[in-house]
């Protein structure tokens, strides 16, 4: 069995965009070009396209359905691991650089220095 990663494309968070809701961030015009740049690419019909809930992921499957509509489409309770997912149901994430500083943060506390 061969099985293939792919990422989600540029979303509105990657973009820098704050984000509220993990789950609902949405692509952005070119995150959607890179959807469909990989749907192209296919040489031929996966056996089954997999997508985490989130709705980035959906958007990045979505051109790749829609190329094959009699492939089988399973939605996997797949969540990605960030320094956000402890805290997601308690915080308003901000802007990229108060991101930054919430990682080294987590980071920090979670890998103390090897003595």
Known sequence: MRVIFIRHGESTGNAGVPCH????????????EQAREVAASWIEAPAL?????YTRTQQTAAPTIARFPGVP???WPIEEFTYLAQSARSCDFGHVEEQRLNMAIYQARSCPPIS
């Open 21 to 32: 809701d993990l789950g609902a961030i949405e692509l952005t015009e070119l995150g959607q």
């Open 49 to 53: 396209i997999v997508t985490s809930p």
């Open 73 to 75: 489409v399973e939605v």
